[in-house]
């Protein structure tokens, strides 16, 4: 991930509509990301996850997108519904296996 | 059952004193890890355990220090606590692989007042 500001990122989207979370990250070498969802008060929560030898991975409502070229890592959540408002962060590993999260996003879904 | 616990969920204290947390997982797994998040929800990693061996550690002031009595349980003790200490600390562990999925704690939020 990278920094993109002093603030954190929002993304409002209504619910039933497709949303798409953009992740860049660092480095090259990376070769797994993850992304999660932490919901207000909790810990972060495994959503789907992409090796580097892969472009798209598809889980329940999920759709994880990696451009290895840009390096860029995107989240699709189809339909969104009121439950998926949270913070999501995506996480590269790198270098000596180390896991490195980006700044997060927040969702915010309008009913 | 919960997997990863912390406790305790809140802890309000003053400067200068010497605090622990403690991190227990029931996934059997070998990897723990302590993060914190700051109040911009940026995450970053402290340390990482695997089988009770610290094998990541990254920039963070001497006065903390993690220990692993078990690979069941991550605690982490920091002294002389200061108001930039105040974040949410959360646990987290993964199987064998460092850096594959992790399962987090639900956080301790520190207040240094």
């Known amino acids: 991930g990278e920094s993109v500001g002093l603030h954190l990122p929002t993304l409002s989207v209504q619910e039933g509509d497709n949303s798409i979370i953009n992740c860049a990250y660092s480095?090259?070498?990376?070769?797994?990301f993850i992304w999660y969802k932490q919901e207000s008060g909790k810990g972060p929560q495994f959503i789907i996850d992409?090796?580097?030898?892969?472009d798209k991975r598809q889980g329940q409502r999920v759709t994880v997108l990696l451009n290895k070229t840009v390096k860029h890592l995107s989240l699709q959540i189809a339909a969104t519904q009121p439950g998926d408002s949270a913070v999501y962060f995506c996480?590269?590993?790198?270098?000596?296996?180390?896991?490195?999260f980006g700044i997060g996003t927040k969702l915010q879904v309008i009913p | 059952d919960t997997a990863v616990s912390q406790t305790p969920k809140y802890l309000v204290t003053q400067m200068g004193n010497d605090k622990s947390i403690k991190c227990e997982q029931n996934l059997g797994h070998d990897t723990m890890y302590w993060y914190k998040q700051d109040s911009k929800k940026f995450l970053k990693i402290m340390f990482s355990?695997?089988?009770?061996?610290?094998?990541i550690n990254e920039t963070v002031p001497n006065r903390f220090s993690p220990k692993s009595p078990d690979k069941a349980h991550l605690n982490l003790h920091i002294n002389s606590l200061e108001l930039g200490d105040s974040a949410v600390y959360f646990c987290?562990?993964?199987?064998?692989?460092?850096?594959?999925?992790?399962?987090f704690g639900p956080g301790t939020r520190l207040l240094v007042l």
């Open positions: 987290a562990s993964s199987p064998n692989t460092i850096g594959e999925t992790q399962y």
């Open positions: 992409i090796r580097s030898n892969m």
């Open positions: 996480a590269e590993r790198g270098s000596y296996q180390k896991v490195t």
């Open positions: 480095n090259s070498a990376s070769d797994y």
């Open positions: 355990y695997n089988n009770k061996e610290l094998i």
